[in-house]
């Protein structure tokens, strides 16, 4: 088990950058990945997280800047030198091996002659002991992922690099092994820096996401951090669905702005407005489909004081089991979702019904309208 006070174990990119011609496939970026954390780099594909992670392992040459695991500057090291080990998508396990010579493979080829206790842990490590002796092609996908980040981890690395692990793999069996991955991180407690476009993937294994876009680091922190505080319309898209209002600053009480929007007024916490709150400026207001509730417009006296409100006709609904997903047209915004948990379905709440949807002013949150309120959308398909 590693120290997780220890730093040798941390990722630094300092000023890293690759370019091929005239494509910058990632912009200079500075990272740490603190040592034994489970870091995510998340984006679409083109996005520069996989050639971030190459470079780490030092399968890619940055066109500039460095790459230090803990104090050791291993830029220029081959990979084979860098106490780092990667996990890729397609498994690359030795057909004609069982499971236990592959996962003694790495020690074997350092000379060791006793790998027995060794190899027998790890497979114990990833729930694999009865199954030493069978070939890979006996295994299920899930079964022979583990098997590729016990041999990964048998080194002892001070930093597992995962890009994609979990892709070739049905939804089922993927949601299993995003459980089943943590769960090793945590025994182990080495640094997992893990390469996905899947948002749920990223948010479900890691402490610390990496929103990748075109090339830079768009938004970094926690999972919950990135979901409720997004700083840009891409981030708020990409993890998630957003709805979003032009709006315009009316005003500023104390710890509130106060926005104009159609005939109404919303307010929303200032701490949350990551857009200039001069009195004029424009803003994108910013909600969750699951923050919100719905009420039919004849009962619209029944609805708090103090909520965020505005009005709309349901133009679509969905049922999919845990919530009904509705598409609401408002004068302030058309295609308004809203998801609403299956506790009480209010059977008037169908298509063509007039509605009021309102929500608790500090679940909103403020961008600059001058970004693309659509940014994102199409990449998180």
Same mark, same amino acid.
């Given at each position: ?14 000023g890293?950058?690759?370019? $091929?011609?005239?494509?910058? %496939? ?12 489970? /870091?995510?780099?998340? =984006?679409? !594909?083109?996005c520069?997280?996989t ?29 084979? #030198?860098?106490?780092?080990?990667t ?20 020690l074997?080829?350092? =000379? ?88 749920? *993937? ?10 990748? +876009? ?7 922190? !926690?999972?919950a951090?990135? $979901? ?5 319309? /891409?981030?708020? +898209?990409?993890?998630?669905? !957003? +709805?979003?209002?032009?709006? *315009?600053? &009316? ?9 104009? %929007?159609?005939?109404?007024k919303?307010v ?30 004849? &009962? ?12 709309? #006709?349901i133009?679509? !609904?969905s ?6 997903? $509705? ?22 709440l ?7 949807l ?7 949150? =403020?961008?600059?309208?001058a970004?693309? %309120? ?8």
């Amino acid at each position: 088990m590693t120290n997780k006070t220890d730093p040798s174990g941390d990722v630094r990119l300092t000023g890293i950058a690759k370019t $091929y011609g005239a494509f910058t %496939a990632v912009h200079p970026l500075d990272l740490t990945v603190p040592q034994g954390s489970f /870091f995510a780099l998340l =984006g679409a !594909s083109g996005c520069g997280k996989t050639t971030t992670l190459r470079m780490i392992a030092g399968l890619e040459e940055p066109t500039r800047g460095t790459v230090h695991l803990g104090d050791q500057d291993v830029t220029a090291l081959p990979p084979y #030198k860098r106490p780092v080990n990667t996990v890729f998508q397609s498994y690359a396990l030795f057909p004609h091996l069982n499971i236990f010579e592959n996962v003694a493979f790495g020690l074997r080829r350092r =000379g060791l002659k006793s790998v027995k206790k060794q190899v027998e842990e790890m497979l114990d490590l990833v729930q694999l002991g009865e199954q030493a002796r069978k070939k890979p092609h006996q295994l299920s996908g899930g079964q022979q992922q583990r098997v590729a980040v016990a041999r990964a981890l048998i080194n002892h690395p001070k930093v597992l690099l995962l890009d994609e692990p979990l892709g070739a793999l049905d939804l089922k069996l993927r949601r299993q092994m995003q459980l089943e991955l943590k769960r090793i991180q945590t025994e182990v407690g080495i640094t997992f820096v893990h390469v996905t476009h899947d948002q749920e *993937e990223a948010m479900t294994m890691a402490d610390t996401v990496a929103v990748m +876009n075109a090339g830079r680091v768009e938004q970094l922190g !926690s999972p919950a951090d990135l $979901y409720e505080n997004p700083r840009t319309t /891409f981030v708020a +898209n990409f993890l998630g669905t !957003s +709805n979003f209002i032009e709006a *315009e600053v &009316d005003s500023k009480n104390g710890d509130e702005v106060v926005l104009k %929007a159609g005939g109404g007024k919303l307010v929303l916490p200032a701490s949350r407005c990551s857009a200039p709150a001069g009195t004029g400026g424009r803003v994108l207001v910013g909600v969750r489909p699951e923050k919100i509730s719905l009420t039919h417009a004849d &009962d619209a006296g029944e609805i708090p004081v103090g909520r965020n409100r505005i009005t709309g #006709k349901i133009a679509d !609904s969905s049922f999919i089991g845990v919530s009904t997903q $509705y598409v609401v047209d408002s004068p302030v915004c058309s295609d308004f979702e809203v998801y609403a948990q299956n506790i009480d379905r209010d059977p008037r709440l169908v298509p063509g019904a007039e509605v009021v949807l309102h929500w608790n002013p500090a679940h909103t949150f =403020g961008l600059d309208a001058a970004q693309d %309120a659509d940014a994102g959308v199409e990449e998180a398909a």
